[in-house]
């Protein structure tokens, strides 16, 4: 490494200090547990003395998360007209004036009402790093922008709601949230994601097995090419020699393609 490349190394560091950390709890689809698993960090950090609240949570009307909700402290919404309808959205300049030292923002591709400070959620969530606030959020692997054609020639829906993914790289810690399609199928027909009444058309359509195991592969794969580049750009002394990686061409047919995996 250069001696411009290390100094560019410390400045980073110096920056990234100045800054609050971002933790991505990352599914391959609604419905997995990733606002229950933020929520239950939350609590958790909260018990160890930890300044925590919520910035915003989409309880999508599920009583459970509601519930798990319950003992955190709540930034109060701000309310948004638009188009003679009154909406709700994260108040950011309330979480950014009361400044936790983590803050919980669940949905991070969302778009934000028209007429807010930004245009998405992720953008309110950089500037609450910017503040020092830490950062818990959630994100379903469809919304990620190189993934948009991928997404819609395997699963047939075109993803309206995206963020580049230069965000989910900026992320220090990125969880993946995963459920076995079939659990997720059931979760799905006991109401614990949408209503009842969607959920005949929510089975035919994205939640079906194929489409399911399809995103869970995207997600799987997703989480490795973030978790190798962020071992390749760390400084050398932090991940030691690279180990090596391999190559196998395998025959669909071949007679030792099951002692090679």
């Not at 035919?204 to 190798?228: G, P, V, W």
Request: net charge negative; proline share 4%.
């Amino acid at each position: 490494m250069s001696d411009e490349d290390r100094a560019l190394s410390f400045l980073q560091l110096i920056l990234r200090s100045q800054r609050g950390k971002l933790k991505v709890y990352l599914g391959y689809g609604p419905g997995v547990g990733k606002t229950w698993q933020m929520l239950v960090e939350g609590h958790r950090l909260k018990q160890e003395g930890i300044d925590v609240v919520v910035g915003l949570v989409e309880t999508h009307g599920r009583a459970e998360t509601a519930q798990l909700v319950e003992g955190l402290e709540v930034v109060p919404r701000k309310q948004v007209q638009y188009r003679g309808i009154v909406l709700e959205e994260m108040d950011l300049d309330a979480v950014l004036a009361r400044h936790p030292e983590v803050a919980l923002v669940d949905e991070l591709a969302h778009t934000n009402v028209p007429g807010s400070e930004n245009a998405k959620r992720y953008q309110d969530v950089q500037d609450l790093l910017a503040a020092g606030i830490h950062v818990i959020t959630t994100l379903n692997i469809q919304h990620l922008e190189s993934l948009y054609d991928t997404v819609e020639n395997l699963v047939g829906v075109k993803v309206h709601e995206r963020l580049p993914d230069s965000i989910l790289a900026e992320a220090d810690e990125i969880v993946n949230v995963d459920l076995a399609p079939e659990d997720l199928q059931q979760r799905l027909r006991e109401g614990k994601i949408y209503p009842v009444e969607r959920v005949p058309t929510a089975l035919d359509n994205f939640f079906k097995r194929t489409n399911l195991n399809e995103l869970r592969e995207l997600a799987f794969r997703e989480l490795a090419s973030q978790i190798d580049l962020k071992r390749r750009s760390a400084p050398e002394e932090e991940h030691g020699t690279a180990p090596d990686q391999v190559m196998v061409c395998l025959s669909s047919r071949g007679p030792n393609s099951a002692g090679l995996l």
